[in-house]
């Protein structure tokens, strides 16, 4: 990286690292981009952020993005919008950008989607089968028997803004052992 950087003084050192960044999103190998760890839902939501650690500090970040093959290259916009100023009509640019906005803002920045199902590679969605499976026997076994149990106790959180609970008011319960 330090030898790319020296040789020209048209690439910055953040470019290099945005462009290592975009080659693991796009192995399928690595939890990033293609090949990722699906959600709960089997899909690919992907998180990226990127910082400039010289003066001014800069970050730019998106989260729970969808259908976005290289998720880096929409946080290093982020990134150049916050280092370029105010946005038109004197918007503050933002930090962080999560779920359907990160998307529409890469596309708005001319950044390409892609078919969620592209992201999606035989393995993740072998361990995602495998591994979901698992999760929701063991979920449902100790949801079984925590109602079976006897000695769970209401736990009514208190506020100065409700006079007496109400049916309404949210239960937290707690097992005593």
Same mark, same amino acid.
């Given at each position: 990286?330090?030898?790319?950087?020296?040789? $020209? &003084?048209?690439?910055?050192?953040?470019?290099?690292?945005?462009?290592?960044?975009?080659? =693991?999103?796009?192995? #399928?190998?690595? &939890?990033?981009?293609?090949? $990722?760890? =699906?959600?709960?839902?089997?899909?690919?939501?992907?998180?990226?952020?990127?910082?400039?650690?010289?003066? +001014?500090?800069?970050?730019?970040?998106? *989260?729970?993005?969808?259908?976005?093959?290289?998720?880096? @290259?929409?946080?290093?916009?982020?990134?150049?919008?916050? @280092?370029? *100023?105010?946005?038109?009509?004197?918007?503050?640019?933002?930090?962080?950008?999560? *779920?359907?906005?990160?998307?529409?803002?890469? /596309?708005?920045? *001319?950044? +390409?989607?892609?078919?969620?199902? &592209?992201?999606?590679?035989?393995?993740?969605?072998? %361990?995602?089968?495998?591994?979901?499976?698992?999760?929701?026997?063991?979920?449902?076994?100790?949801?079984?028997?925590? &109602?079976?149990?006897? /000695?769970?106790? #209401?736990?009514? !959180?208190? %506020? !100065?803004?409700?006079?007496? #609970?109400?049916?309404?008011? $949210?239960?937290?319960?707690?097992?005593?052992?």
């Amino acid at each position: 990286i330090k030898i790319l950087i020296q040789s $020209s &003084n048209s690439i910055r050192a953040i470019d290099v690292v945005e462009t290592a960044i975009m080659m =693991l999103e796009d192995h #399928p190998n690595t &939890n990033a981009g293609v090949g $990722s760890n =699906l959600t709960l839902d089997g899909k690919v939501e992907c998180d990226a952020s990127i910082m400039d650690g010289s003066a +001014p500090f800069l970050f730019g970040s998106i *989260g729970a993005a969808g259908g976005i093959r290289n998720p880096i @290259r929409v946080a290093k916009i982020i990134l150049d919008q916050r @280092r370029d *100023g105010l946005l038109a009509l004197g918007r503050v640019p933002p930090m962080l950008v999560v *779920g359907e906005g990160a998307g529409r803002i890469g /596309q708005m920045l *001319g950044i +390409p989607c892609v078919s969620p199902e &592209n992201l999606i590679t035989a393995s993740a969605r072998q %361990s995602w089968t495998k591994y979901s499976e698992m999760l929701f026997r063991d979920h449902k076994t100790s949801i079984d028997s925590f &109602n079976e149990e006897e /000695q769970h106790t #209401p736990f009514v !959180p208190s %506020s !100065p803004f409700l006079s007496s #609970p109400t049916e309404e008011t $949210s239960m937290i319960y707690y097992t005593t052992l």
